[in-house]
């Protein structure tokens, strides 16, 4: 149990000083030792509430026309991933996944370092929020998301507060699909809710240091975490 204690409390510290990544970290601890059918919806229990209390935190900040598409791609690619996760042996999926979203992240950093603003493609949008849907169906990973949200927002209130809106809602749908599936178990709850006072503490940590830290900083974690998430995919399923 230390491990899982270890993982939760690592996981939302991320959570709550850039918004995202907590599902990765989360499984890239666990995942030496337990499978991904026992990790992902204890992890999906823990990161409701703090969908819940980040998204509330900075609700000021939250745009509906960012939300709203992203929430119907995510949906929309959920439901085949969660068949795959029941079903299906997805670790070349992952390692696929892992490699694109290196990539998009090392174009990200670039473009930081590039002064103008970027006019965005809205088929690369379409393309990242349906491959984000798919991933977080799958994994919870909302990796994707971030470099979605990314692209989408002027700065890390309103980052944190549109993915973690979004998230909002996939969780909702998926914790249901999972009851549904049998996925989530009474054990599954039982060791959620033995889990959720580190949750709480990691996340207390992570939005502390979060306000300590230059706006410009976070959004470089932001990146970093995102790359390191990718590489993190790749690895475990090498």
């Not at 085949?80 to 490699?99: H, Y």
């Amino acid at each position: 149990m230390s491990g899982w204690i270890i993982a939760t409390i690592c996981a939302f510290f991320v959570k709550g000083l850039c918004g995202f990544a907590n599902t990765l970290v989360f499984t890239t601890i666990l995942s030496f030792e337990n499978n991904n059918i026992n990790i992902s919806p204890v992890e999906l229990i823990l990161g409701y509430p703090s969908n819940a209390i980040v998204a509330w935190k900075e609700r000021k900040s939250i745009d509906w026309k960012v939300c709203i598409p992203l929430a119907i791609m995510v949906f929309l690619g959920s439901i085949p991933g969660m068949f795959f996760l029941k079903n299906a042996d997805t670790g070349l999926i992952k390692i696929i996944l892992g490699f694109v979203i290196v990539c998009i992240g090392a174009e990200m950093f670039f473009r930081e370092l590039h002064h103008g603003k970027i006019k965005e493609s809205n088929t690369v949008l379409g393309v990242i929020g349906i491959l984000s849907g798919i991933l977080c169906g799958l994994y919870g990973i909302g990796a994707l998301m971030g470099a979605y949200v990314s692209r989408v927002t002027d700065d890390s209130h309103s980052f944190k507060a549109n993915i973690c809106m979004v998230f909002l809602v996939e969780n909702t749908f998926r914790i249901i699909m999972y009851a549904v599936l049998g996925i989530v178990t009474f054990d599954i709850l039982k060791q959620a809710v033995i889990l959720m006072p580190f949750m709480l503490i990691g996340l207390g940590l992570g939005m502390a240091s979060s306000r300590i830290l230059n706006e410009k900083v976070v959004k470089k974690i932001v990146i970093v975490m995102l790359m390191v998430s990718g590489i993190a995919l790749v690895i475990n399923n090498l």
